[in-house]
């Protein structure tokens, strides 16, 4: 079996973190990794952001929660690391290239021996101030759409257990 689809059956999504600093050294590798995926016409529209402030990642781990409507509850797992995709609206295939990226993240994390879980609400959450002077300060201009946030850091505990794959769901027409 290759390395790859070794990497697609194994990855899962973790949901408790250790609070240990990730090197920066293979925060990059992750984003790289998303910098790579395809994309329609080769626009490479979405941009990533990666948030490593804690008082930043409290509040978005409090809006987040607001939006799922479990306030209190920490939608991020206690990772030390949050990554957001967002994908100009401008671009028709924004959404698709933004989860392409997602998707690349988590799979060049888990080669790294980091955990990952992809979190929702990231459209919902690109409506309000905080993101909206997020960008602003970062010099992101443009309408962005929230593809999706990652939660990023090193696993504590182990590994879930891969489940098996449900039947029927591929299909040849020859």
């Known amino acids: ?47 990533i952001v990666v948030i490593t ?3 930043m990642r409290e509040k978005i781990s409090k809006l987040n929660a607001e939006i799922f409507g479990r306030p209190g509850f920490d939608t991020f797992y ?7 995709v967002a994908a100009n609206k401008a671009n028709n295939t924004a959404v698709y290239d933004g989860s392409l990226v ?9 080669d790294l021996g980091l955990g990952t879980c992809w979190i929702h609400r990231a459209k919902e959450s690109m409506e309000y101030p905080l993101y909206k002077e997020l960008f ?6 443009g309408d962005f759409e929230g593809v999706g946030h990652l939660s990023l850091g090193y696993i504590d505990g182990d590994n879930p257990k891969v489940i098996a794959r449900k039947e029927n769901r591929v299909f040849y027409v020859k």
């Open 53 to 55: 402030n804690k008082e």
């Open 136 to 141: 602003k300060s970062l010099g992101i201009e």
């Open 102 to 110: 997602l998707g690349n993240m988590m799979l060049e994390a888990h």
């Open 1 to 47: 079996m290759s390395e790859v689809l070794e990497n697609i059956k194994t990855r899962r999504s973790i949901r408790k973190f250790k609070q240990d600093r990730v090197p920066q050294d293979l925060i990059d590798k992750v984003v790289e990794a998303g910098l790579y995926a395809a994309s329609g016409r080769g626009q490479q529209s979405p941009v």
């Open 78 to 84: 206690g990772a030390p690391i949050y990554i957001l």
